[in-house]
């Protein structure tokens, strides 16, 4: 694997097992600035060979510099998996490279479609940290690199919609309990008409795969970046304060019908042999909300994400150590999920 | 219970963990012959009161005679799910009775559709020694009680279809192969072209829960009670090793599939907390399917046998020690299964 084995290793990113603020419903905090080089092409007319070492060079030591161009397919299949690159840097593999710290919660995507993309992740519902890092990151870059700055837009970008603060705030939710109780596609109208965007992470509305969705802000320009996550953080909270209250309710009301539906999904999980990534990423879900219902017990956090990951393409042909054909996914993915079940 | 206790106590009859021959296929053999008195109106038109103490005095001593009217519903049903007497018996409280051995696998219904019904169980393919001991039993009453019959017709019966050798031979039969293997309709119909009768135990055709069918003689009449046991053995050796090869067949080409299904299924009985009758006996059906074939080892005959019985409402309810609503039904039924499983 060479350069990246350092990197790729650890199986599952450190920061994901800590416990963040409102832990039970946001698995993941994410703010992600983005920005461009003054009196440079922008990368998506050409891309800027040097900036990879530059960048380095500015920051801490802890931070590694991987070139998209020394990375294999499924190298780079596992950093999109763990959200420290996207889908897009991956398949630009010309001058396209990432910076990430140790931690792996801090990462600079350089010649993404913009020149900087410096993203900072935190466990639950922790905006504000990850803004705090990341605006950090962003001026020490700064002092060295000059960004392009229009006085009446912003900071200027590739795509207009990030024009202004660059600035897309993220969080990652877990949602059972309103998609259970059939009232998601109500609470994701709301949040859309107040200016958000929700979008399922495996899928689309309330068929997302595991009921797991991302919330972020749509609007870049015309606020500053407090008052982005402040919105975001506001309109959150209530998210949070309703999913519980769906979910005390299906634990008041379905009692039983929960903690059937939630050791079906164990059962599953435990016993099967062939699992697609829709069945694991759904019951791995049920799971979750069981733990944090206190229905299920025997599981952590961390088991959760280690399922979670391991449900993937990319982990799973790790775990295997070869390509796979599409049963054979299936039937590694299974195996997998029970080694790491096998003391629940 | 009162009198029933000894009977009712043992909660599998103990001939059903003895090995029978192909018990991989024949769950179980039995062997019934209807008489009637002579001179005496035939039960369908008035039963004789005195005829349980009569035939109790006749056999050995281990026979323990039940009257219907002594009975609750409740043990009655539990008698039915035993196979012990007939859902006919059951409802006609009047006069019926039923004389039962201690093994559970010989008993004398009286007063049922016919004066008396001698009923003879064994494991495995036994169809013979079924009908060895429902003769010796038929001719220890006929000793005492002249039997009503006819020079031309043979034995005389209330339903037409029974006259002649009053004999009913049947098999209990595992299908699992030739239902998933989808061959299983044509073989039903080869079975029936030669005057067989096949049918679900729980369901008709191949949705019979459980792939559990009673394959028996149409015929009464015109063949010898040998004949007409050897026709039907001969048939099911046929049956036994067209299952088998599609069993093999299923292990061999489907092997991941077979295994993942079979477990899958064992994941369901094991952790489930609400299940539906036909959940669990196909579930059962399964992992009964993986003991055969050595894809699912950790079980034994008897834990099938057991785990069948307490799927079915009258051993849940005895399990339950009371009346059940549909829900806790469910709910006891898999709260009783998980019991059973709880060392597997």
């Not at 960004?147 to 207009?160: D, K, Q």
């Not at 919609?161 to 609470?187: D, E, I, Q, W, Y």
């Not at 070869?322 to 993915?333: G, N, P, W």
Request: glycine share 6%.
């Amino acid at each position: 694997m060479g350069k990246a084995n350092k990197i790729l290793l650890p199986i599952l990113s450190s920061w994901l097992d800590l416990d963040g603020d409102d832990s039970d419903v946001v698995m993941s905090s994410r703010v992600r600035i983005a920005r461009n080089l003054e009196a440079v092409k922008f990368p998506i007319a050409g891309e800027d060979e040097l900036l990879p070492e530059r960048v380095k060079g500015i920051l801490d030591a802890d931070y590694m510099l991987m070139k998209m161009s020394d990375l294999s397919l499924l190298e780079r299949a596992l950093l999109v998996e763990k959200h420290l690159i996207s889908p897009y840097l991956m398949n630009k593999s010309k001058f396209g490279a990432v910076l990430i710290n140790e931690a792996e919660n801090s990462s600079v995507m350089i010649n993404e479609e913009d020149h900087l993309r410096i993203q900072c992740m935190e466990p639950g519902l922790r905006l504000f940290d990850a803004l705090e890092r990341a605006m950090y990151i962003e001026s020490e870059i700064e002092n060295e690199v000059p960004f392009a700055f229009n006085p009446e837009l912003g900071f200027l970008t590739s795509c207009v919609t990030n024009v202004g603060t660059g600035l897309r705030a993220s969080v990652m939710v877990h949602l059972p309990g309103l998609v259970l109780t059939k009232r998601f596609n109500k609470m994701a109208e709301a949040i859309r008409s107040v200016g958000f965007v929700v979008r399922g992470i495996y899928g689309e509305g309330s068929n997302s795969l595991g009921h797991i969705f991302q919330i972020s802000n749509q609007v870049t320009l015309g606020k500053t970046e407090e008052e982005i996550v402040m919105d975001l953080t506001q309109m959150m909270e209530q998210v949070i304060m309703q999913e519980r209250v769906c979910r005390t309710h299906l634990k008041q009301k379905f009692h039983i019908t929960l903690e059937d539906r939630v050791f079906r999904s164990f059962g599953l999980l435990k016993h099967a042999r062939i699992l697609t990534m829709l069945e694991s990423l759904n019951a791995i879900s049920d799971l979750h909300l069981g733990m944090e219902l206190g229905v299920f017990e025997h599981i952590t956090r961390q088991k959760i994400n280690e399922l979670i990951l391991f449900s993937k393409p990319a982990f799973l042909r790790r775990a295997a150590g070869q390509d796979m054909l599409e049963l054979e996914e299936k039937v590694i993915r299974a195996s997998v999920i029970r080694d790491i079940l096998q003391d629940v």
